[in-house]
């Protein structure tokens, strides 16, 4: 099955009066058709910046200064303005932190929904009215036809993330990037749209870029993980191996910080240290600072993608032995492990 969207060698620049500041280095993934890639990592790992060239919201004067993105084989990252924001609607839903600043508070919930079908779709008044109450029904809002005349902020903050999820299915999209969208959220609406959103995949063969910095979210719902640091991949492969069995030391540091229930222990993991600033990422491995694993390669060489004992794939030296041995496929060619 060839692949719904390919992120191959990206790269992301902020220039400044210092110089050039590298946000995302050489970062390639790719994402199948119904699967969802869990994207996760600490403030400032690149994970939200990553979500945003996808959908060609980079934030002036944040630029793609490399690599590509190819949708269905369809490179997007080089398109004018209209062209993409087209495909954006069409092709690629957005799913955003806080549901109040992707809603209009000055319009209702039906005119919102029924302007970004009949924008993307040739549907009529009545039709695209239908298919708004569909949409609502859909995500779980009761009294769909009644709830259309209500404004963004008659609706609590789950209602409200639901009804961002319907305006992101308007146009039936392939691909949805979900950034951070239970965050805002209590513990209980964070299942509901979890589950929500795990049901929608199924239903609709919708491809989703979960990006999030909570591995509980990752583990629930995710098929793959990409785990992010300091602007790289640090690991890539099958959640449940990432999760149970990490091959990155920064991922082990990430799941020993998780309390697990049934299991005593009297002290969680602590990774040592912080994420470095975009102006002093340290030479080899940007992790080398605060890893205990570290030896003097590490400190000298940044290590790619590597074969690791499994399915995953580590940026780390460790497992420099498979990788000349020619374990490892190419990057953008991971196969997914769905379930």
């Not at 303005?81 to 609607?89: K, V």
């Amino acid at each position: 099955m060839s692949a719904l969207l390919e992120v191959e060698h990206l790269r992301i620049e902020f220039p400044t009066r210092r110089g050039r500041l590298v946000a995302v280095d050489d970062v390639s993934f790719a994402i199948q058709p119904g699967e969802v890639l869990g994207v996760v990592g600490e403030s400032g790992a690149g994970k939200s910046l990553t979500g945003m060239a996808v959908i060609g919201l980079l934030d002036p004067p944040g630029r793609i200064a490399g690599g590509s993105i190819r949708l269905e084989g369809r490179r997007i990252d080089n398109l004018p303005y209209e062209q993409i924001r087209r495909i954006r609607g069409q092709h690629i839903g957005a799913i955003f932190q806080d549901p109040l600043t992707s809603l209009n508070p000055l319009f209702t919930i039906g005119q919102q929904l029924i302007e970004t079908i009949q924008t993307h779709t040739e549907l009529d008044d009545k039709a695209a009215r239908g298919r708004a109450v569909k949409l609502l029904h859909e995500v779980g809002i009761p009294g769909a036809e009644q709830r259309l005349g209500a404004y963004p902020h008659e609706f609590s903050g789950g209602m409200r993330q639901r009804v961002v999820i319907a305006l992101a299915l308007c146009a039936d999209p392939k691909l949805i990037i979900a950034d951070e969208p239970t965050t805002a959220l209590d513990v209980s609406i964070q299942a509901q749209i979890i589950q929500l959103i795990k049901r929608l995949c199924r239903e609709h063969g919708t491809a989703v870029m979960l990006i999030t910095h909570d591995m509980g979210v990752i583990a629930e719902t995710a098929d793959r993980v990409a785990v992010m640091y300091a602007g790289r991949l640090a690991e890539i492969g099958p959640v449940r191996e990432v999760v149970k069995a990490a091959k990155h030391p920064y991922t082990k540091g990430l799941m020993g910080s998780i309390p697990v229930i049934g299991h005593a222990i009297e002290r969680l993991t602590q990774i040592d240290g912080s994420m470095p600033r975009l102006d002093s990422i340290p030479s080899g491995c940007a992790f080398n600072p605060r890893c205990p694993e570290v030896f003097d390669r590490c400190r000298r060489e940044r290590p790619d993608l590597m074969a690791t004992p499994g399915d995953a794939r580590a940026a780390c030296w460790l497992y420099a032995d498979r990788q000349r041995r020619g374990d490892a496929p190419a990057a953008t060619a991971v196969a997914p492990a769905h379930g």
